[in-house]
DNA sequence: ATGGAACTGGGACAAATGTCCTTTTTTCAA
DNA sequence: TTGAAAAAAGGACATTTGTCCCAGTTCCAT
């Protein structure tokens, strides 16, 4: 549920350690919008430390939710690729500590550094391996079911994260979220 | 809805006309399973002509349809980054003509040519920002909306694909898109 | 500490969608 | 060309989920 890249935050902080000069770091309290969608950026950030949200919203004001970001996520580089405003916002949900390098910099690197390279696409191949059977599990099954998965793959879910985000990830309402619950809660020793 | 990508296209036949030898080229009948999810294989196709589906099945047999492939487009790509099984499987929907390149070989044009490994990235990008607002909008809007979008973006649409895939690529049944279509027919004179 | 804002929980009802099934139409191979 | 199989269309009903509320609780900034 909450995604990390272990290997690439190793391998960053081992770039850092040889040439501090190119990244910064940055630090954000919680519930503070990093990246606005439809807004263009210059810089990529890496989490080291703290739990974000990156989302969808629309004009009504919804929000979907794409992933929640943990160590070793990128975000805000799918801009140095195709040089297009960001499809998602992006919003700290625990303090945030990132890192962050310019577009440029990132493009050297990324034509430099083979290790960086590979590490970038493997990060843009899970991106997809881990979004396509997400949204199928969603749709082809009940609430519950998805609910029941998430404990599984993380057990403190329900405190750590905000009500209204585990609804926006599933993508239902929170009355739906609450209903099921309460059966849960009902049925089963687990809730 | 059918995605494609005709920089990629282009510049592979481009690297096909230099140097031919480590492409073969490959034709399918329509409906032909040609990757099935959870195996493993050694080649990467790029589709020259036709449309196929990349799509995950559970172990109900629901399809859930994650792209349509047209020009351009790669799959079987992700498992050379990460060496696992693949996640969809792949049918053609009209015969299909796609080239192959061996997993190693495409591994080597990544590290040696630039503008592939560009155009590679690019293309994993695009997977992404693709698929994220779609997810987003078929959660959050009624299935009339999403037929109307899918309409703008390709008017042929249902005459193309079989209705029992259009309704997987929605993630409703086959019912509710009769029911929904015959709705929008009564409204409106686009269908 | 305290008052307002934001989160949480849930009742009552409406609407959307799914399930199950039957009928009609189309497709395609013998 | 024709008969079986697949695809499409839709009726009837059940279920799920959403919408619109309001009440209780928690969390902060003053």
Redesign the pocket.
């Known amino acids: 549920m909450i995604r990390v890249n272990e290997e690439l935050a190793d391998y960053v902080s081992t770039l850092i350690n040889a040439r501090n000069s190119i990244w910064s770091k940055e630090t954000y309290p919680a519930k503070t919008l990093i990246i606005k969608q439809d807004s263009r950026y210059s810089k990529v950030h890496l989490i080291r430390d703290g739990i974000a949200k990156c989302y969808i919203s629309d004009e009504n004001g919804k929000e979907f939710i794409q992933e929640f970001l943990g160590q070793g996520m990128e975000f805000g580089e799918l801009e140095v690729f195709d040089r297009l405003t960001t499809i998602c916002s992006v919003e700290s949900i625990t303090a945030l500590h990132t890192v962050t390098i310019s577009h440029s910099n990132y493009q050297k690197l990324l034509d430099a550094d083979k290790t960086f390279n590979k590490l970038v696409i493997k990060a843009l191949s899970d991106k997809i391996r881990f979004k396509a059977p997400r949204h199928s599990y969603q749709h082809g099954y ?2 519950e079911a998805n609910l029941i998965r998430l404990k599984e793959t993380f057990p403190e879910f329900i405190s750590v994260i ?3 985000d585990i609804a926006n990830y599933i993508g ?5 979220l ?5 059966e849960l809660k009902a049925k089963s020793a687990l809730f």
């Open positions: 009940p609430i905000p009500k209204k239902i309402t929170g009355r739906s609450n209903r099921a619950l309460k």
